[in-house]
């Protein structure tokens, strides 16, 4: 059997992914998806979720047992979105920067202000439609289906880390970088690069692995 023959039992998941909204997508064997180190390191530095949220480093697995968690899977689907938030050349560059910098002037917070508004609402949606993918995948056989979201944890407006117990358990899900996966060039060697730095709309990628 062919690998295309052998990926076509997937084929509605693809379908479901697009119907709800996702403007591309692709299975790929596990081996197809790139882990590194690296990628935590951009969690620890920069990121203001770090440490903030019970699915961001350090609560979340470390890449090498991610690596080893992986491995058990046969199969993923890459699935690609468009954020309807919208950023000029000039916000593009700085987009952190614009949200976080008191000196920055009013009218580029303003802008700021309404592009990660806008990201973090389509970012539930995304939130939304992966736990939808991961339950038509479990309820067609795939008991170990596991979706991942595009950016940190948006369920609660203060992650509950003190205690160290999540308050929405069965909807809570881990951001592909916050164990390691390389999006950029898992997307780029599955044939679905990423427009990075974006023009205007910032392409999205989520995953779902599939056993």
């Not at 920069?46 to 949220?53: N, P, W």
């Not at 979201?149 to 909807?171: A, D, F, V, Y």
């Not at 990423?194 to 995953?207: A, K, N, R």
Request: with cysteine.
């Amino acid at each position: 059997m062919s690998f295309d023959e052998e990926i076509e039992k997937f084929d509605f998941l693809e379908k479901m992914a697009l119907k709800m909204g996702a403007i591309d997508t692709k299975v790929i064997t596990i081996d197809n998806v790139c882990v590194e180190n690296r990628v935590t390191l951009k969690c620890r530095i920069g990121c203001i979720s770090y440490g903030q949220k019970l699915t961001c480093p350090p609560y979340v697995p470390s890449v090498d047992e991610f690596r080893k968690i992986l491995s058990e899977y046969s199969y993923a689907l890459l699935i690609k979105f468009k954020s309807p938030a919208k950023a000029d050349d000039n916000l593009k560059c700085s987009m952190y920067r614009s949200l976080l910098d008191p000196d920055t002037p009013k009218d580029m917070k303003e802008k700021a202000d309404a592009f990660w508004n806008d990201h973090a609402v389509y970012s539930k949606e995304i939130h939304g439609i992966m736990l939808e993918l991961e339950k038509a995948a479990f309820n067609s056989g795939y008991t170990f289906a596991l979706a991942f979201t595009n950016g940190p944890c948006r369920l609660c407006n203060t992650c509950n880390t003190k205690e160290g117990i999540c308050t929405h358990p069965s909807r809570v899900r881990i951001p592909e970088h916050a164990v390691g996966i390389n999006m950029k060039k898992t997307a780029k060697d599955a044939g679905m690069e990423i427009q990075f730095p974006f023009s205007g709309h910032p392409e999205l990628m989520t995953i779902l692995l599939i056993d």
